[in-house]
């Protein structure tokens, strides 16, 4: 006790009481100096500091906290925070901040995306709303863009139910466009005040449909219907929806500042969150404006838990509670109408909002109104044509590995890995968008990518252009016999793949889901090889070994898969590596893996010989072990490496890069958690720049990028997002000298694991759905900044 | 349904949060003069230093919005420092540029390059003694006079409880229990701003 009590371990009241014991106590005083020779020493910690900050530090400080934390009070009476650099006026003069022919009168409102200010246009006189883009978006180099393409788009809707748009411009880098200013308050701040009267029920929900049913036509989305996007203009009854399509500026870190996603996710559709479900298109407007009016006529929310994860997985998978059975007074037909809209699956709800528009018009229940083919839905298709249909969606969309990525997350969310997780779901979308916006020639590339002739057949026919095989005679005889394009299911386990050469037409290699079928390519000699020239191969949910002899000299390439001209696509696969071998060459090639996993014992290649205008994606994979990624010459390539985990020794190897070469990499949200260095140069023997780097989101818990022997610098080009001028030092820190844990093991461990067999690298991806509760992160396809 | 990190909502997961001006305030008047004194030891001038500060709490409240900075991955106090380092660094680099051949640059560029491997010691030790400080600053009147002096002189200065008790007028026992409220106070106080800054 008196130990205890000595070390301030005791509770405040037990340490009175032996306190006053002790006071009273001899024996205890002495035995109390006895042990205080090792008191806790302070005396370090409080040793004065030499040097003061000064006044110029506490001006700096000072203007630091007003740059960043505005208080929101100051809204509606000043210009505020980050945006005082763009809105300088000349003090002496005493005027108001201008842009272009607009006079800033009056902030009226801040969001994430942007803040709105009340203006005067002085070429027309008449005052207007003024939205500029918020400058901490600049840091998303594409955010301008989209902020002005959607505002564009929005300002093609021409209908008294929407606000006008006027114009849009950029100030000093910082988009921003003039709308009609709406004299009133949002639906939001209205219901805030109390429930409105019945009979406004029906005008309201007419007009936001008619404004919806505009917009759709001019094919704008909102994507974010809600009730402080809907305002009610005084003195009359005019109803008008703002904010259109602008949700999809949002980047992550907005939708975290707003608070939106994190603050009221009722709203929005189940397929905005779960890609399984289905696209997100006009309807998921719909499914938003029926909680919309849930909430109106109910004055709740359809869906509401006391999480926000909570309420997403109402929204996802429980009905809501029918109007009809609540003790409100509301037409049948305007409560049957809600209840079709909040319908989860897309296809049951109206199908579009011209039709809610009339259902509402004719007071008739929208089902009348409704195509026949609507109710096909009710039956659905058999379920395992279903799964078929989902892997074609994925194969067949650029959009596929993210969806993939998107579904693991969903199956995450529900472990409760945290709100985190939301806003990055939420954002995946635009993420994606953004993607494709910043790289035209990857964009340029994929939607083209041709679907070969046998997924077409199989989508005309089912199952039926799809040949099973069993074992290698099987496969040996359909790929002698057929001359065209070939989609195969493998039936077994195990399949020793023969050495074949797919030469001009395309092969798609497939194992049902409930196998873990096991593809092994293995040789006996270098030289043989699968190929593909000017075809595309498409593996699919299978397991890849490669086996076999490396080859004996450093330089000789004699890949165990050669891919020339062509395509290679490898999807949901986990792929092992021979050791010390090369193991895929691309050369000319597009190549992308998705949702794979890549192994190796010891230094295994992939080797790119890009042509100009090849891609190299490489998207929501697992990387772990020894893998080099060996770049060669090149020009206007392009390698995209997205939500990535790199575990290891994971090495990108330039070879003799010429002053041609260069290559343009994209790496964002990857986990560089590779051990030894993640780029090197080996032999540099150019100053030219022969990678430009350009990264956003990444986490480099260990990796230690960019080993350059040469010391050139300018032989990386860095941009982070952040700190575009700096150069690749950067890479060399360390973020921290603490391991990132994965599944409660360390990197260290999982390496060795993975070496001795212990485990495969793809559980390490499948076992993400039981990341714990303690924050603890499993390495792979999800990105895992968000922190537990 | 709670989230798992509803129990640590320290200083740092707070500024994640834009809307929150007292963490970011907070925040700024903390680790504002410990990035400034950092500048200083590292051969900045005051204006300098000044700006270092600014630049780098800038940073970091843009990482952090950013979910660039992971708690599960590393002390925050770590990253910190990574990124002081390399907003030097970069000061340097472009004073470098723009000044290459004098002989103050020459100095410089061998602080830039010289690799440091107390550095980061340097850090810890200063980062423990900034909260430290900060935190006597903040806590200091909460106390009578006699609590804090039992307090600081048999836990800073050294002096044995006894001395100090009849230095003070007190009895022992009174002395501990005033040391170990003010320790208590202390170190609860710096868990507020980081929590696994730990004072033993």
Same mark, same amino acid.
């Given at each position: 006790?008196?130990?205890?009590?000595?070390?301030?371990?005791?509770?405040?009241?037990?340490?009175?009481?032996?306190?006053?014991?002790?006071?009273?106590?001899?024996?205890?005083?002495?035995?109390?100096?006895?042990?205080?020779?090792?008191?806790?020493?302070?005396?370090?910690?409080?040793?004065?500091?030499?040097?003061?900050?000064?006044?110029?530090?506490?001006?700096?400080?000072?203007?630091?906290?007003?740059?960043?934390?505005?208080?929101?009070?100051?809204?509606?009476?000043?210009?505020?925070?980050?945006?005082?650099?763009?809105?300088?006026?000349?003090?002496?003069?005493?005027?108001?901040?201008?842009?272009?022919?607009?006079?800033?009168?009056?902030?009226?409102?801040?969001?994430?995306?942007?803040?709105?200010?009340?203006?005067?246009?002085?070429?027309?006189?008449?005052?207007?709303?003024?939205?500029?883009?918020?400058?901490?978006?600049?840091?998303?180099?594409?955010?301008?863009?989209?902020?002005?393409?959607?505002?564009?788009?929005?300002?093609?809707?021409?209908?008294?139910?929407?606000?006008?748009?006027?114009?849009?411009?950029?100030?000093?880098?910082?988009?921003?466009?003039?709308?009609?200013?709406?004299?009133?308050?949002?639906?939001?701040?209205?219901?805030?005040?109390?429930?409105?009267?019945?009979?406004?029920?029906?005008?309201?929900?007419?007009?936001?449909?008619?404004?919806?049913?505009?917009?759709?036509?001019?094919?704008?989305?909102?994507?974010?219907?809600?009730?402080?996007?809907?305002?009610?203009?005084?003195?009359?009854?005019?109803?008008? /929806?703002?904010?259109?399509?602008?949700?999809?500026?949002?980047?992550?870190?907005?939708?975290?500042?707003?608070?939106?996603?994190?603050?009221?996710?009722?709203?929005?559709?189940?397929?905005?969150?779960?890609?399984?479900?289905? !696209?997100?298109?006009?309807?998921?407007? /719909?499914?938003?404006?029926?909680?919309?009016?849930?909430?109106?006529?109910?004055?709740?929310?359809?869906?509401?838990?006391?999480?926000?994860?909570?309420?997403?997985?109402?929204?996802?998978?429980?009905?809501?509670?029918?109007?009809?059975?609540?003790?409100?007074?509301?037409?049948?037909?305007?409560?049957?109408?809600?209840?079709?809209?909040?319908?989860?699956?897309?296809?049951?709800?109206?199908?579009?909002?011209?039709?809610?528009?009339?259902?509402?018009?004719?007071?008739?229940?929208?089902?009348?109104?409704?195509?026949?083919?609507?109710?096909?839905?009710?039956?659905?298709?058999?379920?395992?044509?279903?799964?078929?249909?989902?892997?074609?969606?994925?194969?067949?969309?650029?959009?596929?590995?993210?969806?993939?990525?998107?579904?693991? /997350?969903?199956?995450?969310? /529900?472990?409760?890995?945290?709100?985190?997780?939301?806003?990055?779901?939420?954002?995946?979308?635009?993420?994606?968008?953004?993607?494709?916006?910043?790289?035209?020639?990857? *964009?340029?590339?994929?939607?083209?990518?041709?679907?070969?002739?046998?997924?077409?057949?199989?989508?005309?026919?089912?199952?039926?252009?799809?040949?099973?095989?069993?074992?290698?005679?099987?496969?040996?005889?359909?790929?002698?016999?057929?001359?065209?394009?070939?989609?195969?299911?493998?039936?077994?386990?195990?399949?020793?793949?023969?050495?074949?050469?797919?030469?001009?037409?395309?092969?798609?290699?497939?194992?049902?889901?409930?196998?873990?079928?096991?593809?092994?390519?293995?040789?006996?000699?270098?030289?043989?090889?699968?190929?593909?020239?000017?075809?595309?191969?498409?593996?699919?949910?299978?397991?890849?070994?490669?086996?076999?002899?490396?080859?004996?000299?450093?330089?000789?390439?004699?890949?165990?898969?050669?891919?020339?001209?062509?395509?290679?696509?490898?999807?949901?696969?986990?792929? *092992?590596?021979?050791?010390?071998?090369?193991?895929?060459?691309?050369?000319?090639?597009?190549?992308?893996?998705?949702?794979?996993?890549?192994?190796?014992?010891?230094?295994?290649?992939?080797?790119?010989?890009?042509? !100009?205008?090849?891609?190299?994606?490489?998207?929501?994979?697992?990387?772990? @072990?020894?893998?080099?990624?060996?770049?060669?010459?090149? @020009?206007?390539?392009?390698?995209?490496?997205?939500?990535?985990?790199?575990?290891?020794?994971?090495?990108?190897?330039?070879?003799?890069?010429?002053?041609?070469?260069?290559?343009?990499?994209?790496?964002?949200?990857?986990?560089?958690?590779?051990?030894?260095?993640?780029?090197?140069?080996?032999?540099?023997?150019?100053?030219?720049?022969?990678?430009?780097?350009?990264?956003?989101?990444?986490?480099?818990?260990?990796?230690?990028?960019?080993?350059?022997?040469?010391?050139?610098?300018?032989?990386?080009?860095?941009?982070?997002?952040?700190?575009?001028?700096?150069?690749?030092?950067?890479?060399?820190?360390?973020?921290?000298?603490?391991?990132?844990?994965?599944?409660?093991?360390?990197?260290?461990?999982?390496?060795?694991?993975?070496?001795?067999?212990?485990?495969? !690298?793809?559980?390490?991806?499948?076992?993400?759905?039981?990341?714990?509760?303690?924050?603890?992160?499993?390495?792979?396809?999800?990105?895992?900044?968000?922190?537990? | 349904?709670?989230?798992?990190?509803?129990?640590?909502?320290?200083?740092?997961?707070?500024?994640?949060?834009?809307?929150?001006?007292?963490?970011?305030?907070?925040?700024?008047?903390?680790?504002?003069?410990?990035?400034?004194?950092?500048?200083?030891?590292?051969?900045?001038?005051?204006?300098?230093?000044?700006?270092?500060?600014?630049?780098?709490?800038?940073?970091?409240?843009?990482?952090?919005?950013?979910?660039?900075?992971?708690?599960?991955?590393?002390?925050?106090?770590?990253?910190?420092?990574?990124?002081?380092?390399?907003?030097?660094?970069?000061?340097?680099?472009?004073?470098?540029?723009?000044?290459?051949?004098?002989?103050?640059?020459?100095?410089?560029?061998?602080?830039?390059?010289?690799?440091?491997?107390?550095?980061?010691?340097?850090?810890?030790?200063?980062?423990?003694?900034?909260?430290?400080?900060?935190?006597?600053?903040?806590?200091?009147?909460?106390?009578?006079?006699?609590?804090?002096?039992?307090?600081?002189?048999?836990?800073?200065?050294?002096?044995?409880?006894?001395?100090?008790?009849?230095?003070?007028?007190?009895?022992?026992?009174?002395?501990?229990?005033?040391?170990?409220?003010?320790?208590?106070?202390?170190?609860?106080?710096?868990?507020?701003?980081?929590?696994?800054?730990?004072?033993?």
């Amino acid at each position: 006790m008196l130990q205890r009590f000595r070390y301030g371990q005791l509770s405040a009241e037990e340490e009175a009481v032996v306190g006053q014991h002790v006071n009273r106590c001899g024996d205890c005083q002495i035995m109390l100096q006895s042990v205080e020779s090792d008191a806790p020493s302070w005396h370090d910690l409080a040793t004065a500091n030499q040097v003061e900050g000064s006044g110029y530090l506490a001006d700096k400080l000072a203007a630091l906290k007003r740059e960043v934390g505005t208080p929101t009070a100051d809204a509606g009476t000043n210009f505020v925070g980050d945006l005082e650099p763009w809105l300088k006026t000349d003090p002496a003069k005493q005027t108001l901040p201008q842009i272009d022919e607009f006079i800033l009168q009056q902030c009226i409102g801040r969001g994430g995306m942007g803040a709105v200010f009340l203006a005067n246009d002085t070429k027309l006189a008449r005052q207007v709303a003024l939205k500029i883009m918020t400058p901490g978006l600049l840091a998303d180099p594409t955010a301008a863009e989209r902020f002005q393409r959607e505002a564009r788009s929005a300002a093609a809707i021409n209908h008294p139910n929407v606000v006008t748009i006027h114009a849009v411009g950029v100030h000093r880098d910082l988009p921003y466009l003039v709308m009609e200013l709406v004299d009133g308050q949002s639906l939001e701040d209205r219901l805030r005040i109390g429930a409105l009267p019945a009979s406004t029920w029906m005008p309201i929900a007419q007009q936001i449909a008619e404004g919806l049913s505009a917009a759709h036509v001019a094919g704008v989305q909102h994507r974010d219907v809600k009730p402080a996007n809907i305002l009610l203009q005084t003195g009359t009854d005019g109803v008008k /929806l703002t904010d259109f399509g602008l949700a999809k500026t949002r980047d992550s870190q907005t939708l975290t500042r707003t608070g939106f996603l994190v603050g009221t996710p009722e709203f929005i559709a189940p397929e905005q969150f779960d890609p399984t479900i289905g !696209p997100v298109d006009h309807r998921s407007d /719909l499914f938003s404006f029926g909680s919309v009016l849930y909430w109106m006529i109910t004055g709740q929310a359809p869906f509401k838990d006391d999480s926000v994860l909570g309420t997403l997985r109402r929204v996802r998978e429980q009905p809501h509670r029918p109007i009809s059975s609540m003790s409100v007074d509301c037409p049948e037909h305007l409560a049957h109408l809600v209840d079709r809209l909040l319908e989860k699956h897309p296809a049951r709800r109206p199908q579009s909002a011209a039709d809610v528009v009339r259902a509402i018009a004719e007071r008739q229940p929208v089902t009348e109104l409704l195509p026949a083919m609507d109710l096909q839905i009710e039956t659905g298709p058999p379920r395992r044509s279903q799964a078929v249909r989902q892997g074609q969606r994925r194969r067949t969309t650029p959009l596929g590995g993210t969806m993939a990525w998107a579904v693991l /997350l969903v199956a995450t969310i /529900l472990v409760a890995v945290g709100v985190f997780v939301v806003t990055r779901w939420g954002d995946s979308r635009p993420r994606v968008q953004a993607f494709r916006a910043e790289s035209e020639g990857i *964009e340029a590339r994929i939607p083209n990518r041709r679907r070969s002739q046998a997924d077409q057949d199989a989508d005309r026919n089912g199952d039926d252009g799809t040949y099973d095989v069993t074992n290698t005679d099987e496969l040996i005889e359909l790929l002698d016999q057929t001359a065209d394009d070939i989609r195969i299911r493998v039936l077994a386990d195990e399949l020793e793949l023969p050495t074949f050469f797919l030469d001009g037409r395309d092969m798609h290699l497939t194992a049902p889901p409930e196998l873990d079928t096991r593809l092994v390519f293995q040789r006996e000699d270098v030289d043989e090889r699968i190929q593909v020239r000017d075809a595309s191969l498409h593996l699919e949910n299978v397991m890849l070994e490669f086996v076999g002899p490396m080859e004996p000299e450093v330089d000789d390439i004699d890949a165990f898969m050669a891919v020339v001209d062509g395509e290679f696509l490898a999807e949901n696969c986990s792929i *092992e590596m021979e050791s010390s071998a090369t193991c895929f060459l691309f050369e000319g090639a597009d190549a992308e893996l998705i949702h794979c996993d890549l192994h190796a014992m010891d230094s295994a290649a992939i080797r790119w010989e890009p042509q !100009p205008g090849s891609v190299l994606r490489i998207v929501n994979c697992v990387m772990a @072990s020894a893998i080099q990624l060996v770049l060669g010459e090149a @020009s206007g390539d392009s390698i995209v490496l997205e939500h990535n985990t790199f575990i290891g020794e994971v090495n990108f190897e330039c070879l003799d890069p010429s002053s041609e070469t260069m290559h343009r990499l994209t790496a964002n949200q990857n986990v560089f958690a590779a051990t030894e260095s993640m780029m090197m140069c080996d032999r540099g023997t150019s100053s030219a720049s022969w990678l430009r780097w350009t990264g956003r989101a990444n986490q480099l818990p260990l990796a230690i990028l960019a080993v350059q022997e040469e010391e050139d610098e300018d032989l990386i080009e860095v941009s982070t997002g952040i700190e575009s001028e700096d150069p690749p030092t950067w890479f060399d820190d360390r973020t921290s000298r603490q391991e990132p844990r994965l599944d409660g093991r360390s990197v260290e461990t999982i390496w060795e694991q993975l070496d001795s067999g212990e485990i495969r !690298p793809q559980q390490l991806r499948r076992s993400q759905g039981d990341a714990g509760d303690e924050g603890e992160m499993l390495i792979g396809a999800i990105d895992h900044f968000d922190g537990g | 349904m709670t989230t798992a990190n509803s129990t640590r909502v320290s200083l740092v997961t707070r500024l994640g949060d834009h809307e929150d001006h007292d963490a970011w305030a907070q925040f700024v008047d903390i680790y504002g003069p410990l990035i400034y004194r950092y500048g200083r030891r590292r051969g900045l001038q005051d204006s300098d230093a000044a700006d270092l500060a600014q630049d780098v709490l800038r940073e970091v409240s843009q990482a952090i919005v950013k979910f660039q900075y992971d708690p599960a991955i590393g002390r925050f106090r770590n990253w910190l420092f990574l990124i002081a380092r390399r907003v030097l660094s970069r000061r340097f680099r472009n004073r470098d540029r723009s000044f290459r051949g004098s002989g103050d640059t020459a100095s410089l560029q061998q602080l830039q390059e010289l690799p440091d491997p107390h550095a980061e010691d340097l850090w810890e030790v200063e980062y423990r003694k900034h909260l430290f400080q900060w935190a006597s600053e903040q806590v200091r009147s909460e106390f009578s006079e006699n609590t804090w002096a039992a307090f600081w002189r048999t836990a800073v200065e050294g002096d044995s409880p006894a001395d100090v008790a009849g230095a003070l007028g007190l009895r022992v026992g009174s002395i501990y229990v005033a040391r170990n409220r003010v320790m208590r106070r202390l170190r609860q106080r710096i868990a507020q701003v980081d929590e696994t800054l730990k004072l033993e």
